[in-house]
């Protein structure tokens, strides 16, 4: 005689639901969590035109284009900047998945403060059903934004397309002249490089951080008030910080000096060729050509 298999209860069947729901809630904010963090200075390993070019060609470029922007922001400028970054982007091959998508706060905050800036009102002036509006800061406002996501982009696609271990060979090229003023540039070239290799492990350590604080039960001390917590949680980061800080940086020095010191770290490894010039070139024509449009 064959047995009926177990019938589960519709509570059970709730619960199991309710369970691979939360789950899949949990996923899909824990994907949008990730996919919204800003990941600057992290090498995308393809074979590309950009990506083959010399480190310092591309921070020549970088900041050729930030003087240009921070002293010409025109609407034209910026839309000169745009194209050029944008075929960067796609000379390099840079895949879809290594766009930064902004939270929503980022874009709440972008429009509340563009509304706040749109009240100062300014040239030109629309008139709109008898009454005169005036969009000067709006449009000043725009600019302002639009010249800040250009610099981060442009540091984006350097960090895309530029080994860390090029850029102090490549500081250190560029600011050899000044070896004859007696200028510690070999110094100078290997604190950036530590500075720029140190930048993803202090992102890192403060998310490990902060995540480490959220799993921590929280003990409210009686006749505390809400800013004094507040005070205390950052002081408690900060300690945390501090403390993991001086471990890092001791196990960083002990790696440098095992590797054979900083004196490798600014070794020259690459030189600029016939490409370098040809884009030095293309760079130094499209921020002449952004400086001469109406309202410059």
């Not at 921070?70 to 960067?88: D, E, R, T």
């Not at 930064?100 to 403060?113: D, I, S």
């Not at 960090?159 to 500081?171: K, N």
Request: hydrophobic share 50%; with cysteine.
């Amino acid at each position: 005689m064959l047995s009926s298999p177990p019938r589960r209860s519709a509570a059970t069947d709730e619960g199991g639901s309710s369970d691979a729901r939360r789950a899949k809630a949990d996923a899909k904010a824990d994907r949008d969590r990730k996919s919204a963090r800003l990941n600057l200075l992290r090498e995308i390993k393809v074979d590309s035109p950009i990506h083959r070019l010399w480190a310092g060609t591309k921070l020549i470029t970088v900041a050729g284009l930030s003087i240009t922007l921070s002293y010409f922001p025109s609407w034209g400028c910026i839309g000169l900047m745009v194209v050029l970054l944008l075929g960067a982007t796609l000379l390099a091959r840079v895949p879809a998945g290594a766009w930064p998508r902004p939270p929503l706060w980022f874009w709440m905050t972008v429009l509340v403060t563009g509304a706040l800036a749109s009240i100062a009102g300014g040239s030109p002036h629309w008139t709109i059903g008898g009454v005169a509006l005036g969009f000067g800061a709006l449009d000043a406002y725009c600019r302002f934004v639009s010249v800040g996501v250009l610099l981060l982009f442009s540091a984006a696609v350097l960090g895309w397309t530029t080994p860390l271990a090029e850029i102090a060979p490549a500081v250190a090229q560029l600011l050899s002249p000044l070896r004859r003023l007696r200028v510690p540039v070999d110094e100078g070239a290997v604190a950036v490089a530590l500075c720029v290799r140190s930048l993803p492990l202090l992102v890192g350590e403060m998310r490990t951080l902060i995540a480490a604080r959220r799993l921590r039960p929280s003990t409210p001390r009686p006749g505390r008030s809400v800013f004094e917590r507040w005070i205390d949680e950052l002081v408690d980061l900060l300690v945390a910080a501090l403390a993991v800080s001086v471990r890092r940086s001791s196990e960083l020095a002990e790696a440098i000096t095992a590797r054979g010191g900083t004196g490798l770290i600014v070794a020259r490894a690459r030189k600029p060729g016939w490409s370098d010039a040809v884009v030095l070139a293309v760079v130094a024509l499209v921020c002449f050509a952004a400086t001469n449009f109406p309202g410059s």
